[in-house]
């Protein structure tokens, strides 16, 4: 209906404008500015796309309206996990910033991972009990292929409780070099979705 397109989301009807289109001069007179900022939407969008099923979890609590969680996770990406190159104004994507899970909840102590006989070990102290913190806390585990063009990953929502201290995952590549993040989940008897911690990136084991 003229300019407005009409989607529905949940079942609610939302309305938005048409993007306008732009000429061949207006292009051609875009500001560097811009380039960058285009630039740093593309590589997020890239990278997020693969892990959607991750945000639906690790960003439930962000769900707002037509707002999603994977809109929630583009968001904070875009503004918290770039840094520049050299002394250019170009920025790249720093995978140690992404977050994969965001709130409020304690998040671990101490978490490490490393490589075990058995596959790739998570291990943390136990603090429950501090803040709201509980000992039946569930930990969330992710894996992300660190290989060049790897999309593989492996993961546990509802992994080991906070105070077992330890969660082993036994990724589809034993042998690969995998990007690793840790976070914990905590049930929420009143919106029957999971209160979460902000995620902790280990690095590539």
């Given at each position: 209906?003229?300019?407005?397109?009409?989607?529905?989301v949940g079942?609610?009807?939302?309305?938005r404008?048409?993007p306008?289109?732009q000429?061949?001069s207006?292009?051609?007179?875009?500001?560097?500015?811009?380039?960058?900022?285009?630039?740093?939407?593309?590589?997020?969008?890239?990278?997020?796309?693969n892990?959607t099923?991750?945000?639906?979890f690790?960003?439930?609590?962000f769900?707002n309206?037509?707002?999603?969680?994977y809109?929630?996770?583009?968001?904070?990406?875009?503004?918290?996990?770039?840094?520049?190159?050299?002394?250019?104004?170009?920025?790249?994507?720093d995978?140690?910033?992404?977050?994969?899970?965001?709130?409020?909840?304690?998040?671990?102590?101490?978490?490490?991972?490393?490589?075990?006989?058995?596959g790739?070990?998570?291990?943390?102290?136990?603090?429950?009990?501090?803040?709201?913190?509980?000992?039946?806390?569930?930990?969330?585990?992710?894996?992300?292929s660190?290989?060049?063009?790897?999309?593989?990953?492996?993961?546990?929502?509802?992994?080991?409780?906070?105070?077992?201290?330890?969660?082993?995952?036994?990724?589809?590549?034993?042998?690969?070099?995998?990007?690793?993040?840790?976070?914990?989940?905590?049930e929420?008897?009143?919106?029957?979705?999971?209160?979460?911690?902000?995620?902790?990136y280990?690095?590539?084991?």
């Amino acid at each position: 209906m003229g300019d407005l397109i009409f989607y529905k989301v949940g079942g609610v009807t939302y309305a938005r404008r048409k993007p306008g289109k732009q000429s061949k001069s207006t292009k051609a007179r875009t500001s560097e500015r811009k380039r960058n900022s285009q630039s740093v939407s593309t590589q997020t969008q890239k990278f997020l796309k693969n892990i959607t099923h991750i945000l639906r979890f690790g960003y439930q609590n962000f769900e707002n309206g037509a707002s999603r969680p994977y809109h929630a996770a583009v968001s904070y990406t875009m503004k918290n996990s770039f840094k520049f190159v050299g002394t250019s104004a170009s920025k790249v994507l720093d995978i140690s910033l992404v977050k994969v899970s965001r709130g409020s909840l304690l998040g671990p102590q101490d978490p490490k991972v490393e490589r075990v006989p058995e596959g790739i070990k998570f291990a943390w102290t136990d603090n429950s009990l501090q803040a709201a913190a509980k000992s039946t806390d569930n930990v969330f585990v992710f894996l992300l292929s660190a290989e060049e063009n790897g999309s593989g990953s492996d993961w546990e929502f509802l992994g080991n409780t906070r105070d077992k201290e330890a969660h082993t995952l036994l990724p589809p590549n034993n042998s690969s070099q995998w990007h690793a993040w840790i976070a914990f989940s905590q049930e929420n008897p009143w919106t029957k979705k999971r209160d979460l911690s902000d995620s902790v990136y280990l690095g590539i084991v």
